[in-house]
Antibody, heavy 119, light 108 residues
Framework: EVQLVESGGGLVKPGGSLRLSCAAS????????MNWVRQAPGKGLEWVSS????????YYADSLKGRFTISRDNAKNSLYLQMNSLRAEDTAVYYC????????????WGQGTLVTVSS | EIVMTQSPATLSVSPGERATLSCRAS??????LAWYQQKPGQAPRLLIY???TRATGIPARFSGSGSGTEFTLTISSLQSEDFAVYYC??????????FGQGTKLEIK
């Protein structure tokens, strides 16, 4: 069974940093591209970042302006999101998702981890 | 940046009736369009990709159509479990995605 479990969320002050993790199991992690998608409270979905299976290709939403860094460790079956210079508008549930090769879309999602940026 | 616009924001439909949701792209995305369903407190669920291909396990009452800039998700006979928020999403460039703002499908 495919499982994606996010962790690392919590309360952080504006300007602070946080590192999210996503532990993957039930599939060959190193064969799949992965995404981070976020959802602010009561709002819609916003794509954050993608990373190819090998980590060679990385993409970010323009709105992040270089504050976030996606990475992965295929030996540990883990995906990461380093978030720096956090702002109140970064408050959201952050989901990791696996990209299915045949559909080119996220097919399995974790349950999300809540990041709250507040003083 | 490709902007996705969904309409209406909220759609009220009775169980058993048909629901039609629309999505427009600011520029052509060919058939690189997906639809997701999200229920409160849950992660999104992939329904449709390639504008019209149902994802694994998705019932036949869900269908997608369109290409270029205009897309439609149709739910032929609404079941109680179909009332949720629906998002369209373009993926015209590999690993680059944009979501629409969502359509809330509510019980009339």
């Amino acid at each position: 069974e495919v499982q994606l479990v996010e962790s690392g969320g919590g309360l952080v002050k504006p300007g602070g940093s946080l590192r999210l993790s996503c532990a993957a199991s039930g599939f060959t992690f190193s064969s799949y591209s992965m995404n981070w998608v976020r959802q602010a409270p009561g709002k819609g979905l916003e794509w954050v970042s993608s990373i190819s299976s090998s980590g060679s290709y990385i993409y970010y939403a323009d709105s992040l302006k270089g504050r976030f860094t996606i990475s992965r460790d295929n030996a540990k079956n883990s995906l990461y999101l380093q978030m720096n210079s956090l702002r109140a508008e970064d408050t959201a549930v952050y989901y990791c998702a696996r990209v299915d090769d045949s559909s080119a879309n996220p097919d399995y999602w974790g349950q999300g981890t809540l990041v709250t940026v507040s003083s | 940046e490709i902007v996705m616009t969904q309409s209406p924001a909220t759609l009220s439909v009775s169980p058993g009736e048909r629901a039609t949701l629309s999505c427009r792209a600011s520029q052509s995305v060919s058939s690189n369009l997906a639809w997701y369903q999200q229920k409160p407190g849950q992660a999104p669920r992939l329904l449709i990709y390639g504008a019209s291909t149902r994802a694994t396990g998705i019932p036949a009452r869900f269908s997608g159509s369109g290409s270029g800039t205009e897309f439609t998700l149709t739910i032929s006979s609404l079941q109680s479990e179909d009332f949720a928020v629906y998002y369209c999403q373009q993926y015209n460039n590999w690993l680059l995605y944009t979501f629409g703002q969502g359509t809330k499908l509510e019980i009339k």
